[in-house]
């Protein structure tokens, strides 16, 4: 029933041939995979987990006092919005302070969850240059082409996510919306570049591909990566960011650790050069990332009506 499911690949050897053809076929017809051997110790991630565990059993009060704000994007919150439709789960986001406003809030009584976020962002920093290189080659460019819209100031950040237990979920067949009951997270694609994705044991995490829904079996040793509408628009359509979404369920809580890799905000970002020909010319104008960030950013905190999508740049067919 379930022949097809999201691939697997050992990254020990990311630049042979092999690797990366395992990578291109995912790319294409994915947008997802997970991956093996990529380098980050299971000790780090121990630690981090369990730090994530005793931060989100605190009191809502005291999480509360560390909240997101309109100003400063990094902190807890637990009022999210995807597609205009609230979540069943709680968010702490740390990303680099800049400027006075935007500075990471930490939990007073965690002492050691400074340490464990700061060193987990940094593996996944040079784990994403990794996947961004293999990428660049993959779409015909030198390793170091894509790289160049990061440099010091790219605007990845960490997310943690704490999916509690749910009275009522809701899991739709396809693409509608939720009659009632909830979802962990609603249906989107991520907007920038790559997430590497640590999720624990509980199932949930959903891939839309091929009509239906398909779930990403948890495993032990591996990263769950997906591409995001930036790679698509680099890829001029070749790769697809997919959908997804987080289930929730009556029995356990699920946490998981999405590190979102994007490029610094003044970047734009067009079909690469190796990607538009005659036969396929370039599906999409010029975006810039942070204006394409705001517009979005607003949709998290009220209904403003639709959200900016990727497809709202598309070059229409003449
Ligand atoms: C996200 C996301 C999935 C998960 O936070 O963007 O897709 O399994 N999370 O938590
Ligand atoms: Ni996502």
Same mark, same amino acid.
């Given at each position: 029933m379930n022949s097809k499911s999201v691939p697997v690949i050992d990254?020990?050897?990311?630049?042979n041939p092999e690797t990366l053809y395992e990578l291109d076929q995912a790319c294409r017809h994915w947008g997802f995979f997970q991956i093996t051997?990529?380098?980050?110790s299971e000790i780090m991630l121990a630690r981090l987990s369990g730090l994530m565990h005793e931060f989100f059993a605190q009191p809502a009060a005291k999480k509360r006092m560390i909240s997101r704000s309109r100003e400063n994007p990094w902190g807890f919150f637990d009022r999210e919005l995807t597609k205009n439709t609230p979540d069943w789960k709680e968010v702490y986001d740390y990303g680099p302070a800049d400027g006075e406003l935007i500075q990471p809030q930490w939990?007073?009584?965690?002492?050691?969850f400074r340490h464990a976020v700061n060193d987990y962002f940094m593996a996944c920093e040079t784990l994403s240059y990794r996947l961004l290189a293999a990428l660049s080659t993959n779409l015909g460019? +030198?390793? /170091?082409f894509l790289a160049?819209?990061?440099?010091?100031?790219?605007s990845s950040f960490l997310r943690l996510n704490y999916y509690p237990v749910c009275p009522n979920p809701a899991s739709p067949e396809g693409l509608e919306n939720p009659d009632d009951g909830h979802l962990g997270v609603n249906q989107h694609t991520d907007a920038g570049a790559l997430t590497l994705l640590l999720q624990d044991d509980q199932p949930g995490l959903e891939i839309f591909n091929d009509g239906r829904w398909h779930l990403v079996e948890p495993r032990r040793d591996a990263l769950v990566i997906n591409i995001g509408d930036i790679v698509q628009v680099w890829s001029n359509d070749t790769y697809r960011a997919a959908l997804h979404r987080a289930v929730t369920n009556t029995e356990r809580a699920r946490y998981s650790i999405p590190f979102f890799f994007n490029p610094d905000y003044r970047t734009n970002y067009a079909?690469?050069?190796?990607?538009? +020909?005659? /036969?396929?010319?370039?599906q999409y104008k010029k975006i810039n990332w942070g204006e394409f960030r705001d517009q979005r950013h607003a949709g998290d905190y009220a209904n403003y009506g639709e959200e900016v999508q990727i497809s709202h740049y598309k070059i229409s067919a003449t």
């Amino acid at each position: 029933m379930n022949s097809k499911s999201v691939p697997v690949i050992d990254i020990q050897q990311l630049n042979n041939p092999e690797t990366l053809y395992e990578l291109d076929q995912a790319c294409r017809h994915w947008g997802f995979f997970q991956i093996t051997n990529h380098g980050i110790s299971e000790i780090m991630l121990a630690r981090l987990s369990g730090l994530m565990h005793e931060f989100f059993a605190q009191p809502a009060a005291k999480k509360r006092m560390i909240s997101r704000s309109r100003e400063n994007p990094w902190g807890f919150f637990d009022r999210e919005l995807t597609k205009n439709t609230p979540d069943w789960k709680e968010v702490y986001d740390y990303g680099p302070a800049d400027g006075e406003l935007i500075q990471p809030q930490w939990p007073h009584d965690i002492p050691d969850f400074r340490h464990a976020v700061n060193d987990y962002f940094m593996a996944c920093e040079t784990l994403s240059y990794r996947l961004l290189a293999a990428l660049s080659t993959n779409l015909g460019m +030198s390793p /170091d082409f894509l790289a160049s819209g990061f440099g010091s100031e790219h605007s990845s950040f960490l997310r943690l996510n704490y999916y509690p237990v749910c009275p009522n979920p809701a899991s739709p067949e396809g693409l509608e919306n939720p009659d009632d009951g909830h979802l962990g997270v609603n249906q989107h694609t991520d907007a920038g570049a790559l997430t590497l994705l640590l999720q624990d044991d509980q199932p949930g995490l959903e891939i839309f591909n091929d009509g239906r829904w398909h779930l990403v079996e948890p495993r032990r040793d591996a990263l769950v990566i997906n591409i995001g509408d930036i790679v698509q628009v680099w890829s001029n359509d070749t790769y697809r960011a997919a959908l997804h979404r987080a289930v929730t369920n009556t029995e356990r809580a699920r946490y998981s650790i999405p590190f979102f890799f994007n490029p610094d905000y003044r970047t734009n970002y067009a079909p690469v050069p190796t990607m538009i +020909s005659d /036969d396929h010319p370039a599906q999409y104008k010029k975006i810039n990332w942070g204006e394409f960030r705001d517009q979005r950013h607003a949709g998290d905190y009220a209904n403003y009506g639709e959200e900016v999508q990727i497809s709202h740049y598309k070059i229409s067919a003449t």
